[in-house]
């Protein structure tokens, strides 16, 4: 047998044969349309590309240490256009990390930042170190990983929940369950979340958000504040888009990074909940011109991120850079980074943090049609994929009811958050507005957006209306007050942050109820569980897709900080032990979750109601007569009325806000004798009888209720006991 037969038998097909050696290290040209670094049966396949660059290093690294014990140059022949590729015989994926050098010319006024010396991190990379200790950056540099991909997902199918059947709670991972009182054997981590799933069943939602889960080094610009060590705790500043944050793991991963967050994903899968990530693709943690080199400013500056003429980083992001999205190499990383987590991970969705950036072109300005996110709407791999664009940025962009693609992406409704926010509170000149976004904001994205009819371009993939399912409402997320301090503090109280409280949003539409802050005052208290009530009563009772702070449903505080992105403590940190304190608030919000998934009306467009009733319709106190509310309008309602054909009869809901510091006369809507109008909540008062799943306990109103002030009631039509089930089946 020849020697090349005997390679060929002991290597695998001839491709992987080695054709020549390198630093000791048999090698061949690799497989360059593979981005990253990949093992192979006889080796590993290693691709990056550099436009400007003129040399190219692969360097190899025993486990956690800083000095290579080899560097391999790329050959000229191992390039291929701008793409370097290379295969290495005799590695053993569990005994190295690697990282690379690229050579070209340093001209910072041209956005030409070459250093020969920095140590790279691939873009590409799907693991890196020296990151799995929270709190420590053990290492000088960051080098990556081979991972092995070997996971067992099962038969589950992909889930494709619609975005009108969802409730989302956003989460972060480490603060959902690093306080003591969580109960958990892994505080912190992954796996601690995967522990409180039972929780998250019992509480009825069926979507978690998670904030950052890619890898970000919380250790970079960490401070002290009053003795109190600063960190990034939120994770809004990237490293790596493709790996996972190994720091949320209770175990060491060597190799198989990636495992704790899918055995996470896979048992909320088992359970009926989708998995939604928070991701940041409109900046990068190397920051500004004094910001560190450690990938993307030293393969291609000038590509990867938005430049002035002299070679400065446009800020919109406000973070110090921007990533350049629409230009084709950056467009095509984020859409092989998202394929990659929809693949592998099995994610049910994205949330696009700052998502206008992703729409603007190579000097900053707003495209008609961005590339990106039509190529993210039309990508078949992502077709069931839920895109969800945070619809501004800190450059002045501001595209609710208006983000590009519309109808196949959703949007964060700001304006429904500032509307209610205001409203609830007692604002009664957003009356008018309030009532039009609990409605469906349908001045913002017109009506439904399930039809099938083509209205557009790509064959009514993208089409010209949004519709329904493209509103996200909420009125807390992580970034500003929870509920509880919503209705706690008039101003934010962010001393705590270190810049004398200048940081953080002004702009709250938030009310203390009377006291600031934490007060044992029983008739304040009792004021704010009540706008809590009111505000869970109306999120959940709106159309489009309700979304709330985790933590919410049991007054979780934050003690007036509304930007606590460094604070990992117990002002960020979930206190369970309120719980237990606050158990009617959970129950209350445990019953409006489940109240929404039994009301179709309420979510989608049903056929119309036999009782005649319109779909949606706007009231005032009179709605008897028909009337809307007048401009300035202390009460307001919102009818949803339809048919729902599982259940053989009309689905009713008929929902009141009295904003008003005064008790006010309602009418309910004329069913024509087609049926009656029960009292299914109310939110006035304390303890129990805010709301009721059984007929027979519920009162049956003779077309007329007193609302006591700032309350909220929900009504529900229907002819008698018989045939009625307030539980989703």
Same mark, same amino acid.
């Given at each position: 047998?020849? !020697?090349?037969?005997?390679?060929?038998?002991e290597?695998?097909?001839s491709?992987f044969?080695?054709?020549?050696?390198i630093?000791?290290?048999?090698?061949?040209?690799?497989?360059?349309?593979?981005?990253?670094?990949?093992?192979?049966?006889?080796?590993?396949n290693?691709?990056?590309?550099?436009?400007?660059?003129?040399g190219?290093?692969?360097l190899?690294?025993?486990?956690?240490?800083?000095?290579?014990?080899?560097?391999?140059?790329?050959?000229e022949?191992?390039?291929?256009?701008?793409?370097?590729?290379?295969?290495?015989?005799?590695?053993?994926?569990?005994e190295?990390?690697?990282?690379?050098?690229?050579?070209g010319? /340093?001209e910072?006024e041209?956005?030409?930042?070459?250093?020969?010396?920095?140590?790279?991190?691939?873009?590409?990379?799907?693991?890196?170190?020296?990151?799995?200790?929270?709190?420590?950056?053990?290492?000088?540099?960051?080098?990556?990983?081979?991972?092995?991909?070997?996971?067992?997902?099962?038969?589950?199918?992909?889930?494709?929940?619609?975005?009108?059947?969802l409730?989302?709670?956003?989460l972060?991972?480490?603060g959902?369950?690093r306080? +003591?009182?969580?109960?958990?054997?892994?505080p912190?981590?992954f796996a601690?979340?995967?522990?409180?799933?039972?929780?998250?069943?019992?509480?009825?939602?069926?979507?978690?958000?998670?904030?950052?889960v890619?890898e970000?080094?919380?250790?970079?610009?960490?401070?002290?504040?009053?003795?109190?060590?600063?960190?990034?705790y939120?994770?809004?500043?990237?490293?790596?888009?493709?790996?996972?944050?190994? !720091?949320?793991?209770?175990?060491?991963?060597?190799?198989?990074?990636?495992?704790?967050?899918?055995?996470?994903?896979?048992?909320?899968?088992?359970?009926?909940?989708?998995v939604?990530l928070?991701?940041?693709f409109?900046?990068?943690?190397?920051?500004?011109?004094?910001?560190p080199?450690?990938?993307?400013?030293?393969?291609?500056?000038r590509?990867?991120?938005?430049?002035?003429p002299?070679?400065?980083y446009?800020?919109?992001s406000?973070?110090?850079?921007?990533l350049?999205?629409?230009?084709?190499?950056?467009?095509?990383?984020?859409?092989?980074?998202?394929?990659?987590?929809t693949?592998?991970?099995?994610v049910?969705?994205?949330?696009?943090?700052?998502a206008?950036?992703?729409?603007r072109?190579?000097?900053?300005s707003?495209?008609?049609?961005?590339?990106?996110?039509e190529?993210?709407?039309?990508?078949?791999?992502?077709?069931?994929?839920k895109?969800?664009?945070?619809?501004?940025?800190?450059?002045?962009?501001y595209?609710?009811?208006?983000f590009?693609?519309a109808?196949?992406?959703?949007? /964060?409704?700001?304006?429904?958050?500032?509307?209610?926010?205001s409203?609830?509170?007692?604002?009664?000149?957003?009356?008018?507005?309030?009532?039009?976004r609990? +409605?469906?904001s349908?001045?913002?994205?017109?009506?439904?957006?399930?039809?099938?009819?083509?209205? *557009?371009?790509?064959?009514?993939?993208?089409?010209?209306?949004?519709?329904?399912?493209?509103?996200?409402?909420?009125?807390?997320?992580?970034?500003?007050?929870?509920?509880y301090?919503?209705y706690?503090y008039?101003?934010k109280?962010n001393?705590?942050?270190g810049w004398?409280?200048?940081?953080?949003?002004?702009?709250?539409?938030?009310?203390?109820?009377?006291?600031?802050?934490?007060?044992?005052?029983?008739?304040?208290?009792s004021l704010?569980?009540?706008l809590?009530r009111?505000a869970?009563?109306?999120?959940?009772?709106?159309r489009?897709?309700p979304?709330?702070?985790?933590g919410?449903?049991?007054?979780?505080?934050?003690?007036?900080?509304?930007?606590?992105y460094?604070?990992?403590?117990?002002?960020?940190?979930?206190?369970?032990?309120?719980?237990?304190?606050?158990?009617?608030?959970?129950?209350?919000f445990?019953?409006?979750i489940r109240?929404?998934?039994?009301?179709?009306?309420?979510?989608?467009?049903?056929?119309?109601?036999?009782?005649?009733?319109?779909?949606?319709r706007?009231?005032?106190a009179?709605?008897? +007569?028909g009337?809307?509310?007048?401009s300035?309008?202390g009460?307001?309602?919102?009818?949803?009325?339809?048919?729902?054909s599982?259940?053989?009869?009309?689905?009713?809901?008929?929902?009141v806000?009295?904003?008003?510091w005064?008790?006010?006369?309602?009418?309910l809507p004329?069913?024509?004798?087609?049926?009656?109008?029960?009292?299914?909540?109310?939110?006035? *008062?304390?303890?129990?009888?805010?709301?009721?799943?059984?007929r027979?306990?519920?009162?049956?109103i003779d077309?007329?209720?007193i609302?006591?002030?700032?309350?909220?009631?929900?009504?529900?039509?229907?002819?008698?006991?018989?045939?009625?089930?307030?539980?989703?089946?």
């Amino acid at each position: 047998m020849s !020697s090349d037969r005997r390679k060929e038998k002991e290597n695998g097909p001839s491709f992987f044969v080695p054709m020549g050696k390198i630093a000791g290290y048999p090698v061949r040209p690799g497989l360059f349309q593979l981005n990253g670094a990949l093992a192979l049966p006889s080796g590993v396949n290693f691709t990056v590309h550099t436009h400007e660059g003129t040399g190219c290093e692969l360097l190899l690294f025993h486990r956690e240490e800083e000095e290579p014990f080899a560097v391999l140059p790329f050959p000229e022949e191992y390039r291929v256009g701008d793409v370097y590729s290379m295969i290495v015989f005799g590695l053993d994926i569990e005994e190295f990390e690697y990282a690379y050098r690229v050579d070209g010319p /340093w001209e910072p006024e041209k956005g030409l930042r070459f250093d020969k010396n920095a140590i790279l991190l691939d873009p590409y990379a799907r693991a890196v170190t020296g990151q799995s200790i929270w709190g420590r950056h053990q290492e000088k540099h960051y080098h990556a990983r081979v991972v092995k991909d070997a996971f067992d997902w099962g038969s589950m199918p992909q889930s494709r929940k619609q975005m009108s059947d969802l409730v989302i709670y956003e989460l972060h991972v480490r603060g959902f369950t690093r306080h +003591a009182s969580s109960g958990v054997s892994h505080p912190g981590t992954f796996a601690g979340l995967k522990e409180k799933i039972p929780y998250l069943k019992e509480l009825g939602i069926n979507a978690v958000e998670l904030m950052p889960v890619f890898e970000f080094d919380e250790t970079m610009n960490s401070r002290e504040v009053d003795g109190r060590k600063l960190l990034d705790y939120w994770g809004y500043n990237t490293v790596s888009f493709f790996s996972p944050n190994t !720091s949320y793991t209770a175990a060491n991963e060597y190799n198989r990074e990636g495992t704790e967050l899918k055995e996470l994903i896979r048992a909320l899968h088992e359970n009926g909940i989708e998995v939604i990530l928070d991701v940041v693709f409109n900046h990068t943690a190397e920051g500004n011109e004094q910001g560190p080199t450690f990938c993307f400013k030293g393969f291609d500056n000038r590509i990867y991120y938005m430049l002035t003429p002299d070679g400065w980083y446009y800020n919109f992001s406000g973070c110090g850079n921007t990533l350049n999205c629409n230009h084709p190499i950056v467009r095509e990383m984020i859409l092989d980074c998202l394929r990659y987590w929809t693949v592998h991970y099995r994610v049910d969705g994205f949330r696009f943090d700052l998502a206008s950036i992703l729409g603007r072109n190579e000097d900053g300005s707003p495209m008609n049609r961005p590339p990106l996110l039509e190529s993210l709407a039309c990508d078949p791999l992502l077709d069931h994929v839920k895109l969800i664009a945070e619809a501004w940025d800190a450059g002045g962009v501001y595209q609710v009811g208006s983000f590009p693609a519309a109808g196949r992406w959703a949007e /964060w409704n700001g304006k429904y958050r500032d509307a209610l926010r205001s409203y609830l509170k007692g604002d009664l000149w957003e009356s008018g507005n309030a009532a039009l976004r609990i +409605a469906g904001s349908y001045d913002l994205y017109g009506t439904d957006g399930d039809e099938e009819e083509e209205n *557009g371009e790509n064959g009514g993939r993208i089409r010209n209306y949004a519709g329904y399912n493209s509103c996200v409402n909420f009125l807390t997320c992580h970034d500003g007050f929870t509920l509880y301090d919503l209705y706690s503090y008039n101003g934010k109280h962010n001393e705590a942050n270190g810049w004398n409280n200048t940081d953080g949003a002004d702009d709250n539409r938030s009310w203390n109820c009377g006291a600031e802050g934490e007060t044992d005052d029983k008739e304040v208290l009792s004021l704010r569980f009540r706008l809590i009530r009111n505000a869970c009563a109306v999120l959940l009772c709106s159309r489009g897709t309700p979304m709330f702070l985790a933590g919410d449903e049991f007054g979780n505080t934050q003690y007036g900080n509304n930007n606590g992105y460094c604070q990992d403590n117990e002002i960020s940190w979930l206190d369970w032990g309120l719980l237990e304190k606050n158990r009617e608030l959970f129950d209350f919000f445990r019953f409006m979750i489940r109240f929404r998934l039994a009301h179709p009306a309420i979510r989608k467009e049903l056929p119309g109601a036999v009782c005649g009733l319109e779909p949606v319709r706007i009231y005032g106190a009179d709605a008897a +007569a028909g009337k809307t509310p007048s401009s300035n309008a202390g009460t307001i309602g919102i009818c949803f009325a339809g048919y729902d054909s599982k259940k053989g009869h009309d689905d009713l809901v008929y929902l009141v806000v009295n904003a008003y510091w005064e008790d006010v006369r309602i009418t309910l809507p004329d069913l024509k004798k087609a049926g009656e109008w029960y009292v299914t909540v109310n939110t006035f *008062g304390d303890g129990e009888g805010h709301y009721s799943y059984e007929r027979e306990k519920q009162v049956r109103i003779d077309g007329e209720f007193i609302m006591r002030p700032r309350s909220v009631a929900v009504f529900t039509g229907g002819y008698g006991q018989s045939g009625w089930n307030l539980l989703p089946s």
